[in-house]
């Protein structure tokens, strides 16, 4: 994991959020999620540099294209939103729940 992604996931991990349920790196059709909510049809997605690429957002918009069609909506954050605004980031998160 990155250090944005135990950052996260220790805000996450035992139902700190709405008491809602968050499972790390799971695998969802042909895709692994950093994380995943069942309640919440809620997966979120911390992106390094490679997904700012042409590349890595033509992948990404098909991963979560994919993803809404079995109603799973997805919420993307920066690394660096993560480590450096934790709580901007915990609150979306929250919202969405």
């Known amino acids: 994991m990155t250090d944005a992604e135990k950052l996260l996931w220790s805000k996450l991990r035992g139902r700190q959020l709405k008491n ?3 499972y790390r790196q799971k695998i969802i ?3 692994i ?3 995943y909510c069942p309640k919440g049809s809620l997966v979120v997605e911390l992106d390094g540099g490679q997904h700012y690429t ?3 957002k033509a992948n990404d918009k098909t ?3 994919y993803l809404a069609t079995i109603g799973i909506k ?3 954050f920066s ?3 993560a480590l450096k ?3 901007s980031v915990l609150e979306k998160i929250w919202s969405r729940l």
């Open 79 to 81: 690394d660096i939103e």
């Open 54 to 56: 042409e590349e890595g």
């Open 33 to 35: 999620v950093d994380f």
């Open 29 to 31: 059709g042909n895709y």
């Open 85 to 87: 605004e934790t709580n």
């Open 74 to 76: 997805v919420l993307r």
């Open 63 to 65: 991963r979560d294209d």
């Open 20 to 22: 809602h349920q968050f």
